[in-house]
C-alpha cells in the first residue's frame, strides 16, 4: 500500500495559488455593499424531496445522514480490479496517476475545506466474473452496481484494510472495456449496503473507460456526488448535453474551459460563508465588489431570491483557458428542478455569437463592465458596473 497527498509541498499549483493570493493583496480594496441587503439564509433555497437515489439537488438543506460532509480530511482508499476476461497489462500506478490529481484540484477549489487522502492499495484484485458482466450501461441499477462494489471489495479484502476509509475508488484495468463509465455510488438507507472489516462503505466511486477521456476533474466531479451535487449536464440526448451551464462548473462539462463550482455549490458546500454573500430578497438594490471565485476571499456572489424556489446569482470570473470570456457570470437556481433537467442555467450575454477558437457554446457568457441582465417578469436587473483583474463590481435591483 502506498500513501499520496500528503500536506502541501511548494508544487507549481500551489505557487500559482500564493501567486493569486497576492494579486488580490495588490487589487483594490473590496468595495462594501451599499444598500439594505438581507440576511445570506434569505437566499437560501429549500431542496427538493429526491431521496436517497438522487445525487443530490440544488437547495442548501443537504442531509448529511445520505452524503458525506465536504470538509476537512476525507480518507479515500483506492483498489485496482481486472477481470478474466480483460487481465490488466500495466501497472496499477498508470491508472492511478489519472486520478490522483484530483485531490489537489479539489483542494484548491474547496479553497483548503476539503480533502481527499488517497491510499492507493497498488495490487491487481481478481473479479470473480467476466467484464461483460457486471453491466456496466446507462441505466446501471443502484443493486446491479452495489454487487460489482461488494465483489471488487471482496476480491482486494484479504490485503486491504477497510475500516481506515470514509470512501472507495475503484478502479478497473483499461483492459476492460466493458467498464465504460464512471457512477458515484451511495449507501440507501435500512439496507445492509457494503460492508467490509466492520466498516460500511457508504461513499463509493467506481471508475471506467472515461477516465481515459476526461482529465482529473472526473475526480471532483463523481466526488462531489458524493457531498450532494447533480448532474448540470442535461441527461436527454435530443440536444446539446452541456446547454444548461457549459464548461463554468465541473458537475457539468468536466473539462470545460473554466470549470471549477458555481460560488452557489461553494456556499451549498459551506466553503464559502454567508458573510461572503450578499442577498436581495426584498425590492431595493446592492452595489457590491465581487472577488472571482477563483480566490478565496472577498464577496463570492450576489443572490436575488425570486421565488420558492428560484434565484439569479452573479458572480466574477476570471481563470480561463485560451481566448473564452471572462467577467460576471449570472445564472438561475431552481432547487425544485431535478439533476439532468437543468436546475442551473447560466445567462448568456452573447447568445448570438460565434466562441473564440478553443472555447465552447456558452464560453462568452459573462456580462462585461458597461453590460446588463434583466428579467422583466421577475423583476430583477444586474449592471456590471466596473472590472478589474480580480473581480467585477455589479449592482443588483429587485423591484
Known amino acids: 500500500m502506498r500513501r499520496i497527498h500528503s500536506p502541501r509541498p511548494v508544487t507549481p499549483a500551489l505557487l500559482a495559488a500564493l501567486l493569486a493570493a497576492a494579486l488580490l ?3 483594490p480594496p473590496a468595495r462594501a455593499a451599499t444598500g439594505t441587503a438581507d440576511g445570506a439564509s434569505r437566499c437560501a433555497l429549500p431542496g427538493s424531496s429526491t431521496g436517497w437515489t438522487d445525487e443530490g ?24 480490479v481486472d477481470f478474466p476476461d480483460a487481465p490488466a497489462t500495466e501497472s496499477p500506478a498508470s491508472d492511478a496517476a489519472r486520478i490522483t490529481p484530483g485531490a489537489d484540484w479539489l483542494w484548491y477549489a474547496s479553497y483548503g475545506n476539503a480533502w481527499l487522502s488517497i491510499s492507493q492499495n497498488q495490487r491487481w484484485a481478481r473479479m ?130 473554466g470549470s471549477q463550482y458555481f460560488a452557489w455549490h461553494s456556499w451549498k458546500l459551506g466553503w464559502t460563508a454567508d458573510r461572503q454573500v ?7 438594490s446592492d452595489t457590491v465588489r465581487l472577488t472571482a471565485v477563483e480566490y478565496g476571499s472577498g464577496t463570492k456572489m450576489a443572490v436575488v431570491r425570486t421565488g420558492p424556489t428560484t434565484a439569479y446569482v452573479v458572480e466574477s470570473r476570471r481563470e480561463r483557458s485560451g481566448a473564452c470570456a ?44 458597461g453590460r446588463s441582465f434583466t428579467d422583466p417578469a421577475a423583476g430583477v436587473r444586474i ?7 480580480s473581480g467585477d463590481t455589479v449592482r443588483v435591483t429587485k423591484r
Open 278 to 284: 450578499l442577498c436581495r430578497a426584498r425590492a431595493g
Open 128 to 257: 470473480p466474473h467476466r467484464s461483460t458482466d457486471y453491466g456496466f450501461a446507462r441505466g446501471l441499477t443502484h443493486e446491479t452496481h452495489e454487487a460489482y462494489i461488494k465483489d471488487a471489495v471482496a476480491a482486494a479484502d484479504p490485503y486491504v484494510d477497510f475500516s481506515r476509509y470514509d470512501m472507495l475508488y475503484v478502479v478497473p484495468t483499461r483492459n476492460a472495456s466493458a467498464v465504460s463509465f464512471s457512477p458515484t455510488y451511495i449507501y440507501e438507507p435500512g439496507t445492509r449496503g457494503v460492508v467490509a472489516d466492520g466498516n460500511r462503505l457508504k461513499w463509493t466511486v467506481t471508475f471506467g473507460q472515461d477516465m481515459w477521456r476526461w482529465d482529473h476533474r472526473l475526480v471532483a466531479h463523481e466526488s462531489a456526488h458524493t457531498f450532494g451535487l447533480p448532474d448540470l449536464y442535461a441527461f436527454d440526448a435530443a440536444d446539446d448535453a452541456h446547454r444548461f451551464t457549459g464548461g463554468w462548473d465541473v458537475m457539468g462539462l468536466i473539462d470545460g474551459a
Open 383 to 389: 449592471d456590471v458596473l466596473s472590472a478589474d483583474a
Open 25 to 27: 493583496l495588490c487589487a
Open 57 to 80: 439537488n440544488e437547495g442548501h438543506d443537504t442531509d448529511y445522514s445520505v452524503f458525506r460532509r465536504p470538509t476537512g480530511a476525507i480518507s479515500v482508499g483506492m483498489i485496482f
Open 326 to 369: 471572462t467577467g460576471a457570470l449570472v445564472y438561475k437556481v431552481d432547487s425544485s428542478v431535478p439533476t439532468g433537467k437543468g436546475p442551473v442555467r447560466v445567462m448568456d450575454a452573447n447568445p448570438s455569437a460565434t466562441p473564440a477558437s478553443g472555447c465552447r457554446p456558452l464560453d462568452d457568457a459573462p456580462y462585461r463592465a
